[in-house]
């Protein structure tokens, strides 16, 4: 039999890397099994996560704490793989962000906590590796509530600092928790800390509830009732942001965690945000209409797709006919599943506010809702953070194209942050992620797990060519090899258009010169000369061709020779006529901290751009530029670099412009590309 919603808690593990994430989920993991210590190896259970010691996707697991039925959402760490991140934030119902009590506010720190406040999930927060040297509890506190605000408060203290941190004494309980002992006295020397802390506790308690608040105002003690169900309702609210003291490596504070969650986290009931599609908020009603939207897809080479789902709305059972209203496909349900790292646990119901997988849905894919025929609902996909590296990608060894593309949709399935594109200006299939260790770790998954090998390399800048001035040339095609022959002859004038005019073609045939049903065969020929330019290759445009004259055979004439002959005409006029080189430049919006904005300003002008102004966002500045793209294919490692990471860029086409003749050789040379000689 199912739970009811009122008794799970859906939390989701953030942070930094090296925080310790992981590794306390499987401390909460080992705790609710009985055991001592961690369970190990349930969430990094990929073979690539053990061979480079951190968490590279999500992971789901469940465990039973005290009655509550808690699913875990473990995630990484690193900003290359952060979209899993942004991803649990929407389907979990209480975010436990996880710092490092050395260097509590990270990069990803940041990040992830924006998106939360963005998708407005409650926080917890969990300050784990006390026991190193160099930490002290208090200062951590202050840096948080500096940074995320008076909300900000301890639930508990540790007792005892670095080396000798051996437990923690619960402000609310009163109670010391030391070796697996209890006692109800303030730990010696804790005195005057111990007060301070409980002062700001309750204050806060009070400050979150108007009744609680004139209850303290007035003098009155609050209850240890009325301080757990204000800490509860707090959290719930974003009022209270309460702080865990932890070494999980030492296993201590790991079940004082598990009690707040468990006690104090929100079910899936207190929180109302699921809006559908149509703007309508869907309750977690287990009697209600049925809703399950897909958060992850697992794909597995032997077992297939695996799709990790939130119960929005209903209850479910195996085998149950179900729609995708995206596609319109119907979707049958096989068995039901509670994830536990890459194990399953079969279950006979789902129930509304529950995380469960099925196996092998057809047309169902990451981030589409599921729903019965009579009642379609849908939820709007998650929206992630945008690709800033990308690879030119193709099969390595010839005839296994269809493999290599086929295994990295399977691979962009699982994980929606990679986008495979074809490029349609210079013709290659482009995949694009977060960072380079993001794809690279595509590109490995792919060859380890369908046996394929993926060439990729820096992707071509899509350069044009144009034309600086008027000419006239003409294009003369005879062939004569016995029997019937081939003759056309057309000349024609060129002339530059305004930039983004794209072709214009003119008949100025006047007399006959060229009989009519052979003009198309000029302009066609001339089409396909502009495909590859005189000077480096590249489309030819921004040009009017205005054909003039020419000559025809009455028996040797035909629109193979007349298109010929256009072709040769374009060419030998394109050639007179000062042609150059168009590169793209980008529109580039950097957010960065305000003490880093001078080196970006100063990188971005390195690079050729041009700055295009300055604005405040939040706590924040966008710098604004137009750089040339050729410049831009280093920029998210650079930038990385360049801010410690502290920086995201956004990057959109803006328009084509010429390149400087003295620069021409360096920008093709980055891009692949040589100047053809014959062309002065």
């Not at 409650?122 to 605000?149: A, K, M």
């Not at 303290?216 to 209850?223: A, D, I, K």
């Not at 066609?524 to 055979?553: N, Q, S, T, W």
């Not at 710098?623 to 956004?650: C, K, W």
Request: a negative charge; glycine letters at 10%; one cysteine or more.
């Amino acid at each position: 039999m199912a739970r009811e919603p009122e008794t799970i808690r859906n939390v989701c593990l953030i942070g930094h890397r090296g925080s310790g994430k992981t590794a306390l989920g499987e401390a909460m993991l080992g705790l609710a099994s009985g055991r001592k210590g961690a369970a190990g190896n349930i969430l990094d259970h990929a073979e690539e996560e053990g061979e480079r010691g951190m968490t590279l996707g999500m992971s789901v697991a469940h465990l039973e704490w005290k009655g509550r039925q808690v699913n875990v959402l473990d995630t990484p760490g690193d900003g290359g793989f952060i979209a899993d991140a942004f991803v649990a934030q929407r389907v979990a119902d209480c975010a436990v962000l996880v710092v490092h009590a050395q260097d509590p506010i990270q990069v990803v720190t940041e990040r992830v906590w924006r998106r939360g406040e963005k998708e407005e999930i409650p926080h917890i927060v969990v300050v784990n590796h006390l026991d190193r040297e160099r930490t002290d509890f208090s200062e951590v506190v202050e840096q948080l509530r500096t940074r995320f605000g008076p909300a900000v408060v301890p639930l508990n203290l540790p007792i005892g600092k670095e080396g000798d941190f051996k437990g923690v004494y619960g402000l609310l309980s009163g109670t010391a928790f030391v070796d697996g002992q209890q006692t109800n006295e303030v730990p010696d020397g804790m005195e005057e800390e111990v007060e301070e802390a409980r002062v700001l506790m309750l204050e806060t308690i009070a400050e979150s509830d108007d009744t609680l608040l004139e209850k303290y105002l007035e003098g009155e003690e609050l209850s240890t009732e009325e301080m757990f169900e204000g800490i509860r309702k707090g959290i719930a609210d974003g009022l209270i942001i309460p702080v865990l003291a932890t070494s999980v490596e030492k296993m201590i504070g790991v079940d004082r965690v598990l009690d707040v969650i468990a006690g104090s986290a929100p079910s899936p009931v207190d929180r109302s945000r699921w809006i559908t599609e149509e703007g309508e908020e869907l309750p977690c009603d287990p009697d209600g209409p049925f809703a399950a939207y897909v958060f992850k897809t697992f794909v597995d080479p032997f077992a297939g797709r695996l799709s990790a789902l939130r119960i929005v709305s209903g209850r479910c059972r195996s085998d149950e006919a179900l729609t995708n209203p995206r596609t319109g496909s119907a979707e049958r349900l096989g068995g039901i599943s509670h994830l536990m790292g890459k194990e399953r646990v079969s279950i006979d119901e789902a129930v509304a506010g529950d995380i469960v997988a099925v196996a092998k849905l057809k047309e169902t894919h990451t981030f589409d809702t599921l729903c019965r025929p009579e009642a379609p609902i849908s939820f709007a996909p998650v929206e992630l953070p945008e690709p800033t590296t990308a690879f030119a990608v193709g099969a390595k060894t010839r005839g296994e194209e269809e493999k290599v593309f086929e295994a990295i949709r399977k691979v962009a399935d699982e994980d929606p942050s990679l986008v495979l594109q074809r490029s349609e200006d210079t013709g290659e299939d482009i995949l694009s992620g977060l960072a380079q260790m993001h794809v690279e770790l595509a590109l490995e998954r792919i060859h380890r797990r369908y046996g394929v090998e993926v060439e990729a390399r820096a992707p071509k800048v899509p350069f044009k060519e144009t034309i600086a001035a008027s000419a006239q040339a003409q294009g003369r095609y005879k062939k004569q090899t016995g029997g019937r022959g081939q003759f056309g002859d057309a000349r024609i004038e060129v002339s530059p258009l305004p930039r983004g005019s794209g072709f214009e073609f003119e008949d100025g045939i006047v007399g006959g010169a060229i009989p009519r049903q052979y003009i198309p065969a000029v302009e066609k020929g001339i089409l396909e000369a502009m495909r590859e330019g005189v000077l480096a290759g590249c489309p030819v445009v921004d040009v009017k061709v205005r054909l003039y004259d020419g000559a025809f055979h009455s028996v040797d004439s035909s629109e193979m020779a007349f298109k010929i002959a256009g072709s040769m005409a374009f060419k030998n006029a394109v050639a007179q006529a000062r042609p150059v080189l168009l590169e793209p430049y980008v529109k580039v919006e950097v957010l960065a901290p305000t003490e880093l904005v001078g080196e970006v300003m100063g990188d971005l002008s390195g690079r050729r751009g041009r700055p295009m102004g300055i604005e405040q966002r939040g706590e924040r500045q966008v710098v604004q530029a137009e750089v040339p793209q050729v410049e831009m294919l280093t920029y998210a490692r650079d930038l990385r670099s360049i801010t410690g990471g502290r920086a995201n860029f956004h990057v959109e086409f803006d328009h084509y412009e010429e390149v400087p003749p003295n620069l021409v050789e360096k920008v093709l040379a980055a891009n692949g590309t040589r100047v053809e000689e014959k062309v002065g």
